[in-house]
């Protein structure tokens, strides 16, 4: 059974930082992409970042470029975000999601699997 399990989230102040993971078991994570999205109130989930199997490959919104940073370390099968200059526009939900695909895609419908999210609020 694959689970992807996300920590991490809390309340911060605009500016802050904090550092998302996302736990995979049940797969063969250095086989998969993996993405994280969010979704705030009222709003659509959107794509936040994709990184490749092997984290060479990875792929930002706009609206988190030179904030915020993805990564993963494959021994340990857990995908990370760092996430600094946090801005209240950044409140939303994170979830971190995997696919089969070598090229993060950047639609959440491609993902084969999802985890249950965890809640970033940020403050002004």
């Known amino acids: 059974q694959v689970q992807l399990v996300e920590s991490g989230g809390g309340l911060v102040q605009a500016g802050d930082s904090l550092r998302l993971s996302c736990a995979a078991s049940?797969?063969?994570?250095?086989?998969?992409?993996m993405g994280w999205f969010r979704q705030a109130p009222g709003k659509e989930r959107e794509f936040v970042v994709g990184?490749?199997?092997?984290?060479?490959?990875?792929f930002y919104a706009d609206s988190v470029k030179g904030r915020f940073t993805i990564s993963r370390d494959n021994a340990k099968n857990t995908v990370y975000l760092q996430m600094n200059s946090l801005k209240p526009e950044d409140t939303a939900v994170y979830y971190c999601?995997?696919?089969?695909?070598?090229?993060?895609?950047?639609?959440?419908?491609?993902?084969?699997?999802w985890g249950q999210g965890t809640q970033v609020t940020v403050s002004s």
């Open positions: 049940g797969l063969t994570f250095s086989r998969y992409a």
């Open positions: 999601a995997a696919d089969r695909a070598f090229i993060p895609p950047r639609v959440g419908f491609e993902y084969d699997y």
């Open positions: 990184i490749s199997w092997s984290g060479g490959t990875t």
